[in-house]
C-alpha cells in the first residue's frame, strides 16, 4: 500500500499560507476548503492541468513524482479518481507508468471504469473520413494529425495564424456529418463523436462505485474541459480551471504545479474512512 509521498512531493506540499501544500504567491482558491479525499470523487484532466503542454504531445514531461502522487490519492479516495483526457487511455499508462488509474481517453470515447479494467472504447472514425481529415492537415506547413482511432486531433501549435483557414477547411469537411463535430482545444482542433465527451465520462463514472454517492471535483484548463465542468456542477460538485477562468467553474488554480500541489495537500492529510 501507498502510506507515503516520495520527499520531493512532501517538499513542494509543505510551501504555502492559504492552505498547507501550497505556494505562498499563488493561494487555494476558497472553494477548494471543504474538499476532502474521503468525502469527494475526483476528475483530473492531464495536459495544461497536471502536467504543462508542450509543442508535441510526445514532448511532455511528466514530474518524476507525478505517478505516485496520484496513486496515494487514489488510496486515499478509495479509488474515486479518474484522468479524463484527450489523450487515449493507452497513452497516458505509457506517461504514468507503472500506475493505471480509472480513465476516460479520447475525451470520453473511451473508458476505463477500473484502473485494472478493460478499456472501452466508441467505434473508430471511418477510414475515409480520417484520410480526408490528415489531407487537410498536410496541407498546411506545420500542421500535423494525430490519429487516436476514435478520434483525430489536428494540431497547429507551431503555426497558431492558421486557426481560422484550417477550421474553416475543418468544418466544411464535416458539414455533412451528423455523427462527429469539430471541438476546438488549446492550438489543436479534434474531430470526434459528436455524442461523447467529458461529460458523458464523468456521469458513467459517477453512476458507479467508488465514485457514486461523493461529491465530484473536475479539474481541467480548456474549452474541452467544460462538459465535465457542466457535469460536476448538475451533481452538486466543484469545478476548478486551471490558469484562468473558464465557464461553469468556481476557481482557479494557477498552473498545473499549483494542481499537483492542492492534489498532495488531499493525499497527504489523514482521512476519516466513509463506513
Partial sequence: MLTQL?????????AGQAFEGHRPDAPFPAAC??????THAFFLDVDGSLID???HPDAVEVPEDLPQLLAALAEQADGALALVSGRTIQALDILLHPFGFAAAGSHGAQMRLEPDGRILSAPALDTALADAVKEVADGFD???????????????????DAAPSLRRALLELLR???????MPGHCVFE???ASLDKGTAVADFMARAP??????????????DEAG???VAARGGLALAVGSPRPGTQGVLADPRSVRAFLTHLAAVPQQRRR
Fill in 6 to 14: 516520495h520527499p520531493s512531493a512532501t517538499r513542494e506540499a509543505s
Fill in 33 to 38: 476548503a471543504g474538499v476532502r479525499a474521503d
Fill in 53 to 55: 503542454i508542450a509543442d
Fill in 142 to 160: 506545420g500542421v500535423f494529425a494525430e490519429d487516436k482511432g476514435t478520434a483525430i486531433a489536428v494540431h497547429y501549435r507551431a503555426v497558431p
Fill in 176 to 182: 455533412a456529418r451528423q455523427d462527429v463535430r469539430l
Fill in 191 to 193: 474531430v470526434k463523436p
Fill in 211 to 224: 465514485f457514486a454517492g461523493r461529491v465530484p471535483v473536475f479539474i481541467g484548463d480548456d474549452v474541452t
Fill in 229 to 231: 465542468f457542466g457535469a
